[in-house]
């Protein structure tokens, strides 16, 4: 099934599996910069958009999790969390040239991911490909930290 361009989760039965797509994932090295709430812009490979491959909608409200365990896709390899659960509003899911990122794309970025060569170093480390993989596109998503009274 194709929507114009788009890759829908049904064209990925073939995929190892799927994560659910109310969460998103996050390295552990990052938690405390969650749970301080210094973080507020993430980046992944290639266009993460809803209905594409582990994609997401703007105005959204996902939990943010923390990876305890990598998993690994080519060995089928899910990855295990630790207890952090943080509802996250995602304020901005926009697919950018990596080329043409400028400085202000980075804020509220990770203190490791502060402009393309640091970008593109750290997508190469943790999906072991090269940005030319993903139509040299990268998806930023914004969001804000949401209330946890109840």
Avoid at 81 to 90: E, G, K, M, Q
Avoid at 115 to 126: G, K, N, T, V, Y
Wanted: aromatic share 10%.
């Amino acid at each position: 099934m194709s929507t114009g361009g788009a890759q829908t989760l049904a064209d990925h039965r073939d995929r190892p599996f799927y994560l659910p797509r109310d969460e998103m994932a996050f390295r552990g090295r990052y938690e405390a910069l969650l749970l301080q709430r210094a973080i507020t812009t993430v980046f992944r490979p290639g266009d993460r958009t809803w209905p594409n491959w582990r994609g997401y909608r703007q105005g959204e409200v996902v939990t943010a999790r923390v990876i305890d365990t990598c998993g690994d896709d080519a060995s089928r390899t899910p990855p295990r969390f630790n207890a952090v659960r943080l509802p996250i509003r995602l304020t901005e899911v926009l697919v950018l040239d990596v080329d043409r990122l400028a400085p202000p794309d980075f804020d509220g970025s990770s203190p490791d991911v502060v402009d393309r060569p640091s970008l593109l170093a750290h997508l190469q480390d943790i999906y072991g490909k090269s940005i030319d993989a993903f139509d040299r596109r990268v998806t930023r998503i914004r969001f804000t930290y949401e209330d946890r009274r109840f």
